[in-house]
């Protein structure tokens, strides 16, 4: 059974802080990692994809990922109370395949 | 930029009726899947399809749902008899399916079923 697994929070950050979101996954075989952030009422958008070891950054955002621990992560810079939401994390076995998402930790930033 | 377009946005249905979900995908991707999210729960998947049939699907998938393509453009999801805890909103997903990227699956905005 493919799990993906959440603290759902919330986690609560002021304005200008860094989030830290983590995200743990059951099956050694998961090959692609996702990152989504979900509104309340909204549909997932995405935020990053990683596939290999170790941090990628796109903005003020940064993946990690350590297949060895099979632990995923997003940190967050400079949090903005926009960027208030649920953040999903999921994973994928190969190329084509279904999305399996976590229950999404829910991040609040206070201004 | 391109999106992932259903319908309907709502709908309500009585108990034991068919539902029929219509999504249109991203033109030149070449997987489709539908997820639900039961409220205050996490996003689970129901099925994909790729090359005109099922490549994918979940437990929850069981006789009482089917997906179509009918055309070129549309991808439906069918519940023959709803329940009430179909009571969900749905999503449609597509993404290219090759090379790198290859799993961004791009969501529409959701369809809100409530069974009564």
């Known amino acids: 059974q493919k799990e993906v697994e959440q603290n759902s929070g919330p986690l609560s950050v002021p304005e200008g802080a860094i989030a830290s979101l983590n995200c743990t996954y059951s099956?050694?075989?998961?090959?692609?990692f996702f990152w989504y952030r979900q509104y309340s009422g909204k549909s997932p958008e995405l935020i990053m994809f990683?596939?290999?070891?170790g941090d990628k950054e796109d903005g003020r955002f940064t993946a990690q990922l350590n297949k060895a621990s099979q632990y995923v992560s997003l940190l967050i810079r400079d949090s903005q109370p926009s960027d208030s939401a649920t953040y999903l994390c999921?994973?994928?076995?190969?190329?084509?395949?279904?999305?399996?998402f976590g229950k999404g930790t829910t991040l609040s930033v206070s201004s | 930029e391109p999106e992932v377009t259903q319908t309907p946005s709502h709908q309500v249905t009585q108990m034991g009726q068919e539902v029929i979900l219509r999504c249109v995908p991203i033109?030149?991707?070449?997987?489709f899947y539908w997820y639900r999210q039961i409220l205050g729960q996490k996003v689970e998947f129901l099925v994909s399809?790729?090359?005109?049939?099922?490549?994918?699907k979940s437990e929850i998938f069981d006789d009482q749902f089917s997906v179509e393509r009918p055309d070129g453009s549309n991808f439906t999801l069918k519940i023959r008899s709803t329940k009430l805890e179909d009571s969900a909103m749905y999503f449609c997903?597509?993404?290219?399916?090759?090379?790198?990227?290859?799993?961004?699956?791009?969501f529409g905005a959701g369809s809100r079923l409530t069974v009564l």
């Open positions: 997903a597509s993404s290219v399916g090759q090379f790198s990227g290859a799993n961004v699956l791009t």
């Open positions: 099956d050694r075989g998961s090959q692609s």
């Open positions: 999921a994973g994928a076995y190969q190329a084509g395949t279904a999305l399996i």
């Open positions: 033109s030149n991707h070449l997987y």
């Open positions: 990683i596939y290999s070891n």
């Open positions: 399809f790729y090359n005109n049939e099922i490549s994918e």
